[in-house]
T-cell receptor, first 113, second 111 residues
């Protein structure tokens, strides 16, 4: 079974802090994604990566950056956390776009005070 | 730009009933459509993936159909159980637009 893990289930940070969310997948998937999920707004794509060191902006990249130094690991970075970044963050991966299933991690509930 | 809608937004049924959840999309040039289940506060669990060339997929009590030309998919759940209570989301993939998710249908199955 594909496994996607996220570094934290719950995280509480203060405004202005730098925040790292890490995602690891164990099935050698090429593509990895970061989404945020908010009530009434659904899932929105922040960034995705189709290969090591490659990244593409999604719909809402402002205030975020990403890093993919190894194939299995995709990190989301909040450079200076703000209260409007309080959300559920979901990581996902898939082998081949348009062909294979997308698998999700358990999510990180981030609260920024 | 692709838009995905799901009707109804919420559904409450007694245990044992068969039910249908709907997913509609505006751009029919999809590569595939995936149905997910999400429990409160958790990640998404993949249920079924339908490729654009397929008409339906089945897994246990779940059956998903796809009518690409009309921009619709349905998820049929047979003999519903309280454990089926969750939010069900559909997502479509268009080349160049990435995955687009519907808002979900919140299902409650009453014992």
């Amino acid at each position: 079974d594909v496994k996607v893990t996220q570094s934290s289930r719950y995280l509480v940070k203060r405004t202005g802090e730098k925040v790292f969310l890490e995602c690891v997948q164990d099935m050698d998937h090429e593509n990895m994604f970061w989404y945020r999920q908010d009530p009434g707004l659904g899932l929105r794509l922040i960034y995705f990566s189709y290969d090591v060191k490659m990244k593409e902006k999604g719909d809402i990249p402002e205030g975020y950056s990403v890093s993919r130094e190894k194939k299995e690991r995709f990190s989301l970075i909040l450079e200076s956390a703000s209260t409007n970044q309080t959300s559920m963050y979901l990581c996902a991966s898939t082998l081949t776009l348009g062909v294979n299933e997308q698998f999700f991690g358990p999510g990180t509930r981030l609260t920024v005070l | 730009k692709q838009e995905v809608t799901q009707i109804p937004a919420a559904l409450s049924v007694p245990e044992g009933e068969n039910l249908v959840l709907n997913c509609s999309f505006t751009d029919s040039a999809i590569y595939n459509l995936q149905w997910f289940r999400q429990d409160p506060g958790k990640g998404l669990t993949s249920l079924l993936l339908i490729q654009s060339s397929q008409r339906e997929q089945t897994s246990g009590r779940l059956n998903a159909s796809l009518d690409k030309s009309s921009g619709r998919s349905t998820l049929y759940i047979a003999a519903s159980q309280p454990g089926d209570s969750a939010t069900y989301l559909c997502a479509v993939y268009n080349y160049g637009q990435n995955f687009v998710f519907g808002p979900g249908t919140r299902l409650s199955v009453l014992p």
